[in-house]
């Protein structure tokens, strides 16, 4: 810990107490990361709302346009042809009521859920187990649909969910370290635009308060907003 804790400060010296430019964050980020692995790069929104009123509520999805840098696994409750038409577009796996009851029985080794509407009846079963781990399936964000296969194709494509916790932010990966600064660039700019289409028409006054860069172990490095708008 001692090691670490060394590095963390040091990287956390190099930042400093100023803002930067996302180019800049992101430069920075690459140079100061000292982990021994491919550190996912997460991207942390401080908005001017308060979430436990409803009409407050931010939440949204976005296909990131480099993707992730993660591979997700994906499973599809439907029935009939769907589960074909699930398998032809490379879910892990794809099924009906027998899919949710090894869910009911503890299986959670997926990381998306897609069910088409007429599933919904009894995936709803499955709240208490999927809920607190942010694996229901919901039309806001895309994932119960009867268009399984583009469902599919987006999450595979990079697609994230974002949703505002109970302190007013929205934080999402964005990438991995090892990926190009211009992709990283590109995807932070691709979450913010979405977070921004997403502001709730009852937010008053300033809607973005503050965007944060980090990575999984290292500290933040705080964006100047004032250049995100200049573009």
């Known amino acids: 810990m001692k090691t670490g804790n060394k590095k963390y400060k040091k990287a956390k010296d190099e930042i400093g107490l100023k803002t930067y430019d996302l180019s800049e964050a992101i430069t920075l980020l690459k140079k100061i990361a000292y982990a021994n692995f491919d550190e996912t790069v997460e991207l942390a929104a401080r908005l001017g709302v308060n979430p436990k009123y409803s009409d407050q509520m931010v939440r949204g999805t976005v296909v990131l346009p480099h993707g992730t840098g993660k591979t997700k696994k994906i499973i599809a409750v439907a029935q009939g042809e769907k589960i074909k038409e699930a398998q032809e577009a490379g879910a892990d796996e794809a099924g009906g009521e027998e899919l949710i009851e090894r869910i009911e029985k503890g299986w959670l080794d997926f990381d998306v859920l897609i069910a088409t509407p007429d599933m919904m009846k009894s995936v709803a079963k499955l709240g208490r187990i999927l809920g607190p781990r942010g694996l229901m399936p919901s039309p806001k964000t895309g ?89």
């Open 143 to 231: 994932t119960v649909t009867f268009d399984i296969e583009q469902a599919i194709s987006e999450v595979k494509a990079g697609k994230v969910e974002f949703k505002v916790d109970k302190g007013g932010v929205v934080h999402a990966g964005i990438g991995r370290v090892s990926f190009e600064e211009k992709k990283l660039v590109d995807n932070s700019l691709a979450l913010i635009d979405a977070i921004n289409r997403a502001k709730p028409p009852a937010a008053k006054g300033k809607y973005m308060k503050s965007i944060t860069l980090s990575t999984t172990i290292g500290p933040g490095v705080k964006i100047d907003l004032i250049s995100l708008e200049k573009g």
